[in-house]
């Protein structure tokens, strides 16, 4: 019922910057608890990039920490990934995820290709 959709994945050399957008194509009309990103390389687990409440706490993996920033509109139902300073091993395909208010449902994106390669 509630689509989540990525935008802004592609080919970027090492020490570059990529932003990422997805948006639920209810607009807001539908609430979300939180919002964030997880990613996935191949044959590997999905793993938490960073999340962000509606009343702004962040949590980020310590992977990415000090490189990627997280941002949402909460009015529009939309989180953005800020990736600085991009390193081959970010290369995965990344997933935005939405929680429900007041449920444990989950809702998730189809995932968008990030490449990080000279």
């Known amino acids: 019922q509630v689509q989540l959709v990525e935008s802004g994945g592609g080919l970027v050399q090492p020490g570059g910057s990529l932003r990422l957008s997805c948006a639920a194509a209810?607009?807001?009309?539908?609430?979300?608890?939180?919002m964030g990103w997880y990613r996935q390389a191949p044959g590997a687990q999905r793993d938490l990039v960073a999340e962000?409440?509606?009343?702004?706490?962040?949590n980020y993996g310590d992977s990415v920490k000090g490189r990627f920033t997280i941002s949402r509109d909460v009015a529009k139902n939309t989180v953005y990934l800020q990736m600085n300073s991009l390193k081959p091993e970010d290369t995965a395909v990344y997933y935005c995820?939405?929680?429900?208010?007041?449920?444990?449902?989950?809702?998730w994106g189809q995932g968008t290709q990030v490449t990080v390669s000279s």
């Open positions: 995820r939405g929680k429900s208010v007041g449920s444990n449902a989950y809702y």
């Open positions: 209810s607009g807001s009309r539908f609430s979300f608890a939180s």
């Open positions: 962000v409440t509606r009343g702004g706490t962040t």
